[in-house]
């Protein structure tokens, strides 16, 4: 995962406040996809119908940006101005990821030598069953036998079936 940068004044910038909800909308959203993508600013054609998707933006607010001097046409798709001057090239995010990964490689590798692996039991008085819990009396005084409330005859107490069963297949 990549994060996007943007400075903590980016909304105050001469060029980013006199934008519309969705204009504002459709330039972050712009720029997420280039930091995900690993664009360096370049949002192509194919991009720029998803972020006007994902923005809820039409193609007019695309034209605020360029309007703006945010987002500039390239032939192929748009380079978002200044973006490499906040966030890292796609060349330097692959390298500290793999700088990352081998550093992970090394220190899952370096496993002390008297520690074993957690593949067998520890004990051998453990039993290979799982325990359950036996209920102590057959008749437990919180569970009646049957139920009346108010009708005629009853219903039979399902949980005190179940407690009954357990204790005759143990």
């Not at 994902?54 to 200044?82: C, F, K, M």
């Not at 090239?89 to 220190?107: C, L, P, S």
């Not at 819990?133 to 057959?138: A, C, D, G, K």
């Not at 399902?158 to 357990?166: G, H, K, T």
Request: glycine content about 6%.
């Amino acid at each position: 995962m990549t994060w996007l940068r943007i400075d903590d004044g980016f909304v105050e910038h001469e060029r980013v406040e006199p934008l519309t909800d969705k204009a504002f909308r459709l330039h972050v959203t712009g720029m997420c996809l280039c930091a995900r993508k690993l664009t360096d600013g370049f949002v192509s054609d194919k991009d720029v119908r998803v972020s006007l998707t994902i923005s809820g933006s039409t193609r007019r607010q695309l034209q605020v940006l360029v309007e703006a001097g945010l987002w500039v046409p390239n032939g192929t798709g748009y380079d978002i101005h200044d973006y490499l001057d906040y966030n890292p090239t796609a060349e330097k995010v692959r390298e500290d990821r793999a700088k990352a990964a081998e550093r992970m490689r090394i220190v899952r590798g370096n496993v002390r030598p008297n520690v074993r692996a957690n593949t067998e039991r520890t004990s051998s008085e453990r039993s290979p069953t799982p325990s359950r819990p036996v209920p102590l009396s057959t008749n437990p005084s919180f569970l009646p036998t049957s139920t009346t409330d108010g009708k005629e005859g009853g219903t039979e107490n399902w949980e005190y079936e179940i407690l009954r069963d357990i204790q005759e297949i143990t």
